[in-house]
């Protein structure tokens, strides 16, 4: 349903302004300038595209690389240089703007209007090709400033050189960005100009006052007694949004801002199909213009993200691999140097063997961004404690270059094996993946370095992957999703260990942007958790979260929270907030801070005092010590058995419960004598093998 949004760039520059600047003149998403919009492009398709392009045939030429200043398309644009080399190993994909099927193209080659197919990676071809793709996509800056700036600058830029890479990547498919560019200001022409004749239309002389409200109230209206005619609901609601904009001048006689406002939700419910709860909960957190951008950009799919895999790759050879391919795309932004935007594609894109080999990973691009504030560093702990399918947790093992370890858990066990496969896919090897329900933690383990919670959420920032939650999210849901956040977010606070040397941090994002689920969940860790406060995310776009919200206030360091919208920057509605942590947490002071790192390996020491029989003091729960030792006695036999060794052997003069005598220590011998793990029999220390801990 949208228009090209695909093709358009993510994240800053802000869109809104441009938007809400051209949309004053004119009013905006109007259905039969889309009508136009998509035969213009049609044509230009059918003028320019030839199609001939879908054959592979190979019609790209290079740019000579002194012509490109810095990769920048604009300036290429400008300078029209066209390329004069031709580059046999591209087929030459070019762009249909125009087109909302862009997504199944590029995953499969076949064209379908339900972006949902591409996002759930469902029956098409890409999915019968690689049905991987389903994994990443299931969910969702600039550099990244932290403690330690130049640290992390340096880290982010070995990745490669940012404008040589661009400079690469653009020469190698300038061409089918070019034209895509030549397109794209085509359209951009016969858009503005069908907006003025659409405007000269509708709006009427300048100052005539539109008629949006009934006059009579039992008179449901036009629209809603008939079966809802489309143009004019739309119509409608432009012209109420128009009102709000500017009450004083536009408003009938004796009309009140709260009757336009009914009409207009009531129209946005009909038109986009939202119930009416959802409707006024997401309307109220902009201004009616906005508003509207919002709920029309949740009409369109945004574009197709790849990022690089560092580790397997670097992201310039990865292009060059696609574009050998036939897949036009190029750098997702400068905020970013591991993403690449696609914008069409002749081989579906989770089958090629780059991606089978783990090159490339497809996410979308806000989902770099809770990662991005995180700022991972190299021999951290990290605790994921809601990884599946895994998008976020593979992103902090590249910034790492697999050191250092990273708990990986999700309580989800199916989702949890989409993440194991992406794991071992991308080449991750600083990751344990555990299924526990995340508000074990830290009673599981504690003492991390850094901690991202990426909540569970009612999903309001990615209504156009799932517009299911249009209609299925309840008041229950706005109720219950916070709680559970609330728990989770309090619980990755105390996982963390405030002496850490590097970090002491937490990442709380969601994909959502209402705030119950975001400002007022930070709010409550802020008032739970006196020892950790709001820091700056590191991330340059964004707008600031809230300080206050119908009537409530906040923390005014809330805006260093950051939001994202589809309409403001092409990309998924996500929330990214950062604490820091600089004191432990009241009455867990045993579990945060306990971390005891000596040598390669990691002694993690659980400080909790041995309560005896009363479980009830106990703020973490009931372990039961002899119904554990039960299950490692048995794995320990089977471990003897799969050796090829009999349990009776080794354990002979044990205890006739197998247990070893308190204080003594059970060891296990391999075939060839040498000692292999310790457990103590009684007491709390646990042993974790990693690869590399400080
Ligand atoms: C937004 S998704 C995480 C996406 C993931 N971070 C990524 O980038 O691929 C939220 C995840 O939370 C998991 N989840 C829900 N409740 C949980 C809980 N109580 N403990 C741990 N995980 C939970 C869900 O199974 C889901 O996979």
Request: hydrophobic share 35%.
């Amino acid at each position: 349903m949208g228009v090209g949004r695909r093709m358009k760039k993510q994240g800053p520059p802000p869109d809104l302004g441009a938007i809400a600047g051209k949309k004053r003149n004119a009013p905006e998403f109007d259905d039969s300038i889309r009508g136009k919009k998509r035969k213009a492009s049609g044509e230009v398709k059918a003028q320019s595209l030839g199609r001939g392009s879908a054959n592979g045939t190979a019609n790209f030429k290079k740019y000579p690389k002194g012509n490109l200043a810095n990769g920048n398309i604009i300036q290429l644009q400008k300078s029209r240089k066209v390329p004069t080399r031709p580059a046999p190993m591209m087929s030459g994909a070019l762009l249909d703007e125009s087109s909302d099927n862009d997504a199944a193209d590029l995953l499969g080659g076949n064209k379908s209007d339900d972006d949902d197919e591409l996002l759930n990676g469902s029956a098409n071809s890409m999915l019968e090709n690689g049905k991987h793709l389903q994994d990443e996509f299931l969910d969702s800056g600039s550099s990244v400033y932290d403690s330690d700036p130049q640290h992390e600058r340096a880290r982010f830029s070995e990745d490669e050189d940012e404008s040589d890479a661009e400079e690469k990547l653009t020469a190698a498919n300038i061409e089918g960005l070019s034209r895509r560019l030549d397109e794209e200001q085509e359209e951009e022409a016969a858009e503005a100009q069908l907006e003025l004749e659409e405007a000269a239309l509708q709006t009427n002389i300048d100052g005539d006052r539109p008629k949006v409200l009934d006059d009579d109230d039992d008179d449901e209206g036009a629209v809603s007694r008939l079966a809802p005619d489309l143009q004019l609901l739309r119509s409608r609601i432009t012209d109420a949004v128009r009102v709000l904009d500017d009450f004083a001048k536009l408003a009938e006689e004796g009309r009140s801002r709260a009757e336009y406002t009914a009409q207009l939700l009531k129209d946005i419910c009909l038109y986009y199909g939202y119930s009416l709860y959802l409707a006024e909960k997401l309307f109220n957190l902009f201004p009616p213009r906005e508003a509207f951008a919002f709920f029309e950009a949740n009409e369109s799919a945004r574009p197709v993200v790849l990022r690089a895999n560092t580790l397997r790759t670097h992201r310039r050879e990865l292009a060059q691999s696609l574009i050998n391919r036939g897949v036009t795309l190029e750098p997702v932004g400068k905020w970013s140097k591991v993403g690449l935007q696609v914008f069409e594609s002749q081989v579906p894109l989770g089958a090629t063997p780059e991606y089978l080999a783990g090159h490339y990973i497809l996410q979308a691009a806000s989902s770099f961004l809770p990662v991005m504030a995180l700022a991972p560093q190299e021999h951290e702990r990290i605790l994921d404690m809601a990884a599946a399918p895994g998008g976020k947790t593979t992103y902090i093992a590249a910034l790492m270059r697999n050191t250092g370890c990273i708990f990986a858990n999700d309580s989800n066990k199916s989702r949890a094996k989409g993440l194991i496969g992406n794991v071992h896919r991308l080449g991750v090897k600083n990751t344990i993946i555990c299924s526990y329900d995340a508000k074990e933690f830290p009673r599981v383990i504690g003492g991390f370095d850094r901690v991202l919670l990426d909540a569970p959420c009612s999903g309001t920032g990615v209504i156009a992957k799932d517009p299911s939650v249009k209609t299925n999210k309840t008041e229950k849901d706005f109720m219950q999703l916070p709680h559970l956040q609330k728990q989770l977010l309090l619980c990755a606070i105390d996982s963390v260990d405030h002496t850490s040397k590097t970090g002491g941090y937490i990442v709380y994002s969601t994909c959502s942007v209402t705030v119950e689920e975001n400002e007022q969940v930070v709010q409550y860790a802020l008032a739970k958790r006196p020892n950790v406060k709001l820091v700056e995310t590191g991330l340059t776009f964004g707008v600031d979260g809230f300080v206050s919200y119908m009537g409530k206030q906040f923390d005014p360091k809330m805006k260093m929270t950051k939001r994202y919208y589809p309409h403001a920057y092409n990309v998924d509605g996500f929330f990214v907030s950062k604490f820091k942590k600089v004191a432990p947490s009241p009455g867990a002071k045993a579990m945060d801070g306990a971390a005891d790192r000596t040598g390669g390996d990691l002694v993690v020491e659980n400080k909790r005092p041995i309560v005896s029989g009363d479980e009830k003091d106990d703020p973490f729960g009931d372990f039961n010590d002899s119904e554990d030792e039960k299950y490692i006695e048995k794995a320990k036999r089977n471990q003897l058995r799969r050796k090829g060794i009999d349990p009776r052997a080794v354990n002979g003069k044990k205890r006739p419960n197998g247990r070893a005598k308190p204080g003594e220590t059970a060891e296990l011998n391999d075939a060839k004598g040498s000692k292999t793990q310790s457990y103590a029999s009684s007491g709390p220390v646990t042993k974790v093998a990693t690869n590399g801990g400080k």
